[in-house]
Nanobody, 116 residues
Framework: QVQFVESGGGLVKPGGSLTLSCTAS?????????MAWYRQAPGKQRETVAT???????YYTDSVKGRFTISRDNAKNSVYLQMNNLKPEDTAVYYC?????????WGQGTQVTVSS
């Protein structure tokens, strides 16, 4: 059974920083390909924030380029999202996603709120 531990969300003022962490258990490290972060704001569809492949290639949605950095630790089955210069429009529930063995697995989500 695949289980996730997500952490790092919280309340931060505009311009502040947070680092999200997601660790998956029950998966073989060798089967993991894509690791990603998504977010969903109230009343909006879930969107891809950042993706990192096993090759370490990365993708960022335009609104976070230059502010967010995704990284991974294959030995720990973990993916991270460093978020700097946060804006109110970054407020959402953030979900980690792992693609492994042809399946897609989701974390439980962590709330990020950017407000003064």
């Amino acid at each position: 059974q695949v289980q996730f531990v997500e952490s790092g969300g919280g309340l931060v003022k505009p311009g502040g920083s947070l680092t999200l962490s997601c660790t998956a258990s029950g998966l073989s490290s060798f089967s993991i390909n894509t690791m990603a972060w998504y977010r969903q704001a109230p009343g909006k569809q879930r969107e891809t924030v950042a993706t990192i492949l096993s090759s370490r290639s990365t993708y960022y949605t335009d609104s976070v380029k230059g502010r967010f950095t995704i990284s991974r630790d294959n030995a720990k089955n973990s993916v991270y999202l460093q978020m700097n210069n946060l804006k109110p429009e970054d407020t959402a529930v953030y979900y980690c996603n792992i693609g492994a063995g042809g399946f897609s697995y989701w974390g439980q989500g962590t709330q990020v709120t950017v407000s003064s």
